[in-house]
């Protein structure tokens, strides 16, 4: 048993309800978590950030995660990528545990979004887009940089754009370049952890249209990390809405 009282794994009540965040049958599930617990040792005493959380993900939906401060909300996509481990329970992407991705091409599988765009400073625009692709080594440069120019126009941005460094960027652009390169390799599913938390309340809603624009034309996977229920409930096909460790709610916005 786990120390703060959790159940073992693969435990559960045969009358437990039916767990919030799950999918009907007949919909297999391109993330699925079940059972996770994530505890973390501060200062001798355990603090518990995932309880018994469940929740399954649905091939090319854009699922919205929200929660205050706090709540586990980029713990959980760190999980998802499997960069963390949980404490007890499972994680399965793509028909796999989360903990393979990492020696099975983890960014060609799943890609990851940070709040801050994070370009490499020292390379041009298509030189961060192409970033991934010469990563692996096995693609001749010219269509390396082919297939980063059609992601620089997919997020929005013109061709002259491509030669420009980042500090020369808006911050709307370093959005738009950080999202290209996030797209290049073609994953399957597409973690987003808060990218639009910077931006003023204009460019914002212009960015949420796009995003979801882009998301159903290319058709994979979103999983969208915010704290703005607006922003969830103008972007999302269903909201999980996290606290006290679980996911307490996951349904469409209409519902």
């Not at 073992?8 to 009358?15: I, K, W, Y």
Request: hydrophobic share 45%; aromatic share 4%.
């Amino acid at each position: 048993d786990l120390p703060w009282g959790g159940p073992a794994a693969g435990s559960m009540s045969p009358h437990a309800p039916p767990l919030h965040g799950s999918l009907p049958p007949a919909i297999a599930p391109v993330v699925d978590i079940r059972g996770l617990w994530t505890v973390f040792r501060r200062a001798g005493v355990d603090a518990v950030i995932h309880k018994d959380l469940n929740l399954a993900i649905a091939r090319g939906e854009l699922l919205s995660v929200v929660g205050g401060s706090g709540s586990g909300k980029t713990t959980l996509l760190r999980q998802i990528l499997g960069l963390e481990l949980p404490s007890r329970g499972s994680i399965t992407v793509l028909g796999r545990s989360a903990q393979q991705l990492t020696s099975l091409g983890a960014a060609s599988r799943v890609g990851m979004l940070f709040q801050h765009g994070a370009l490499y400073s020292a390379f041009t625009v298509l030189e961060n887009i192409a970033f991934p692709l010469r990563e692996l080594k096995t693609l001749p440069d010219d269509l390396v940089r082919d297939a980063a120019m059609v992601k620089l126009q997919m997020v929005g941005l013109d061709p002259a754009h491509a030669h420009k460094m980042p500090a020369d960027l808006s911050g709307g652009m370093v959005k738009r370049v950080a999202l290209a390169r996030a797209l290049v390799l073609q994953p399957k599913v597409l973690l987003l952890d808060e990218p639009l938390s910077a931006l003023d309340k204009s460019l914002r809603h212009s960015m949420q249209s796009e995003l979801r624009s882009i998301q159903r034309e290319v058709g994979i996977t979103f999983v969208f990390v915010t704290h703005d229920q607006e922003e969830a409930f103008a972007m999302s096909d269903r909201i999980a809405v996290m606290a006290k460790g679980r996911v307490l709610q996951c349904s469409t916005p209409q519902d």
